[in-house]
T-cell receptor, first 116, second 113 residues
Framework: DAGVIQSPRHEVTEMGQEVTLRCKPISGHNSLFWYRQTMMRGLELLIYFNNNVPIDDSGMPEDRFSAKMPNASFSTLKIQPSEPRDSAVYFC??????????????FGPGTRLTVT | GNSVTQMEGPVTLSEEAFLTINCTYTATGYPSLFWYVQYPGEGLQLLLKATKADDKGSNKGFEATYRKETTSFHLEKGSVQVSDSAVYFCALSSREGRRALTFGSGTRLQVQP
């Protein structure tokens, strides 16, 4: 299996620009997670989907952030407009999440975002 | 709510030394517990897991035992190598409610030759 695929791996953009991060989960997985990692705050869950439906978006920082999962094999995280404080590594993870089973998640390589 | 507490890093050891990274948790019900490892510039990789009390997860010489009585899941390795240098994250996942992982803050391990 190819694993979780994220693109781009690196993104440098200017403040105010729109940024779109992409994720392809592992085939057959029905849960998808977006995390943000910074030195100050560590790993934070932004949002997760189950069967393409957003279940918990309480971690999304503000209205500038939005996420979609139009089908089982693709998700996007969009920041509009971007700000320097959004600079971080954004990880996508997927899992086969059913009740009663351990929710083992598989992570992508991450997108390192720098907003200048 | 759920939370995971890890020992502060960095932990610096010489090659072949014994490693312990402490992890304690707070959770409702009976969570599953995980250790993830992150090598420089890479994403997180699952290292080992345990799904119920007294389970021992093991992989690549690392071990951790799910201790319900002390709400702990300490990571151990008998003899570390330079290639083990990485950041280690303890995490839990509840069987009820929120399905996402709750992570500890991570512990950086540096192994010197």
């Amino acid at each position: 299996d190819a694993g979780v695929i994220q693109s781009p791996r690196h993104e440098v953009t200017e403040m105010g620009q729109e940024v779109t991060l992409r994720c392809k989960p592992i085939s057959g997985h029905n849960s998808l997670f977006w995390y943000r990692q910074t030195m100050m705050r560590g790993l934070e869950l932004l949002i997760y989907f189950n069967n393409n439906v957003p279940i918990d978006d309480s971690g999304m920082p503000e209205d500038r952030f939005s996420a979609k999962m139009p089908n089982a094999s693709f998700s996007t995280l969009k920041i509009q407009p971007s700000e320097p404080r959004d600079s971080a590594v954004y990880f996508c993870a997927s899992s086969l999440g059913d009740r009663g089973l351990p929710y083992e998640q598989y992570f992508g390589p991450g997108t390192r975002l720098t907003v200048t | 709510g759920n939370s995971v507490t890890q020992m502060e890093g960095p932990v610096t050891l010489s090659e072949e030394a014994f490693l312990t990274i402490n992890c304690t948790y707070t959770a409702t019900g009976y969570p599953s517990l995980f250790w993830y490892v992150q090598y420089p510039g890479e994403g997180l990789q699952l290292l080992l897991k345990a799904t119920k009390a007294d389970d021992k997860g093991s992989n690549k010489g690392f071990e951790a035992t799910y201790r319900k009585e002390t709400t702990s899941f300490h990571l151990e390795k008998g003899s570390v190598q330079v290639s083990d240098s990485a950041v280690y994250f303890c995490a839990l996942s509840s069987r009820e409610g929120r399905r996402a992982l709750t992570f500890g803050s991570g512990t950086r391990l540096q192994v010197q030759p």
